[in-house]
């Protein structure tokens, strides 16, 4: 038969541990979350410069051409 003397112990260090590396694994997701949050935002502000580019040159272009 096994000693399970520790075993108690070990589940509440495993439990622990596990607990922690949750906490943080939620964290990380709430971060990337709001780094994809900021990364579409940029995307967006990034085409429309794009487009108010676009819309000057194609302007500049009928006034000289």
């Known amino acids: 038969e096994y000693d399970k003397t520790d075993d108690a112990q070990a589940e509440a ?3 622990k541990e ?3 590396y ?3 694994d939620k964290e990380l997701e709430l971060e990337l979350d709001q ?3 900021e990364r579409s935002a ?3 502000e990034i085409e ?3 487009k108010v580019i676009d819309d000057n040159t194609e302007k500049s272009f ?3 051409g």
Request: proline letters at 0%; hydrophobic letters at 25%.
């Open 48 to 50: 429309s410069v794009q």
């Open 13 to 15: 260090t495993y439990e």
């Open 35 to 37: 780094l994809e949050s």
């Open 22 to 24: 949750h906490k943080m």
């Open 18 to 20: 596990r607990n922690k």
């Open 42 to 44: 940029l995307n967006t």
């Open 62 to 64: 009928k006034t000289f």
